[in-house]
Every structure is written in structure tokens, then in C-alpha cells.
């Protein structure tokens, strides 16, 4: 066998075993990665079992009475757990690009109408032009009653790029930290 032919059928191996591999285990973007840490870790109350996990699983950044922070290497992100609400944000340099961004919005807008059909489409949340932004609600605007789920992206703003996604929780929902 010539050796020349050898080293292209080896290469030729090997580019098909990463194709067919990124075929059978697709990567997860950034925008779906945000939206499992959200399902998981944002929907069950605030407590020590759920710290816990996160303490396990993330790096643990900074705490208060009733919030801690953790950050997500793999989505490059910021996830901050609290009785009241629970936000996953990002910023510039690693901020979601206007892609993600607009994924992330379509993903929210999925999980918000299978999750809690309760909440309501509300059309008013704007951040700017650029901004891309979702928002369900239930309740009266300004009250303790008013729960759910928002989320914005500006990524196109250089330094001050960036995204959050806020659930807030129903009032049956927020405990004191135990």
C-alpha cells in the first residue's frame, strides 16, 4: 500500500468519524444551554437542596442572605438563585450574540406557553431598538401578585452587551430561605 495513499485514507477516517459524530452528538448552543440552566435550576424553590446541586455543579460566586450567584462556564453566563427571582445574565466580552439572542427569545416564548399557560403574551417590554425582548406575566403591573417569566438581549451594544432571563415567582412560591 503506498503511504501517501495511506495518510489521505486515514484523514479521509477521520473527517468522517467527526462528521458522524457531530451528527449523533450535537454541541448545544449557548441559547439552549441558558434555557436548561433555567428549566432546572430557576423553576424549583429557592433551597438548601437546590444550593446544594448548584454547589456541585457550577462555581459558586457570591452570596447574601436570600440570593447566590454561580456562573456557568460552559454558556458563559451568570446564574443568580433567590426566593423572589432567579436570573441567568450575560455581559460583554461575553455577551450572547444577536443569533443566540434571538434563539434564546424563541425558546423562552416556547417554554413560558408549555410550562405555564397561565401567563399572558405581554407586547409592551422594550430595552431599546436593538434590543430583543419576550416577556410573560400574570397579574396586575407594580403588584407582589404579578409573577413570570422576561428576558432581554442587547448584543449589539460593544461593551454594554449583554442578556438576562428573570423568572419571577409566584407569590406561593417565595419562601424565606431556609
Known amino acids: 500500500m503506498n503511504k ?3 495518510i489521505c485514507f486515514l484523514f479521509a477516517c477521520l473527517g468522517g468519524g467527526f462528521l458522524g459524530a457531530s451528527q449523533l452528538w450535537p454541541r448545544e448552543s449557548r441559547a439552549e444551554r441558558i434555557m436548561w ?3 432546572q435550576y430557576c423553576m424549583p424553590p429557592y433551597t438548601q437542596t437546590l444550593e446544594a446541586t448548584l454547589d456541585k455543579r457550577l462555581s459558586r460566586w457570591t452570596t447574601s442572605p436570600d440570593t447566590a450567584h454561580w456562573v456557568d462556564d460552559r454558556s458563559a453566563s451568570f446564574l443568580r438563585v433567590g426566593v423572589q427571582q ?3 445574565s450575560t455581559y460583554a466580552p461575553f455577551a ?3 443569533d443566540d439572542a434571538a434563539d434564546l427569545r424563541i425558546l423562552v416564548d416556547a417554554f413560558a406557553v408549555e ?3 397561565e401567563l399572558s403574551f405581554d407586547p409592551k417590554p422594550k ?3 436593538d434590543a430583543l425582548a419576550t416577556s410573560w406575566m ?3 403591573r407594580h403588584s407582589t401578585q404579578r409573577w413570570g417569566i422576561y428576558s432581554f438581549a442587547y448584543p449589539e451594544q460593544g461593551d454594554s ?3 438576562i432571563l428573570t423568572f419571577t415567582r409566584p407569590p406561593s412560591q417565595r419562601n424565606k430561605f431556609p
Open 37 to 39: 440552566l433555567f428549566s
Open 115 to 117: 410550562q405555564f399557560p
Open 127 to 129: 430595552l431599546g431598538v
Open 86 to 88: 432567579c436570573s441567568i
Open 161 to 163: 452587551a449583554g442578556s
Open 96 to 98: 450572547l450574540s444577536a
Open 138 to 140: 400574570h397579574g396586575p
Open 4 to 6: 501517501a495513499f495511506f
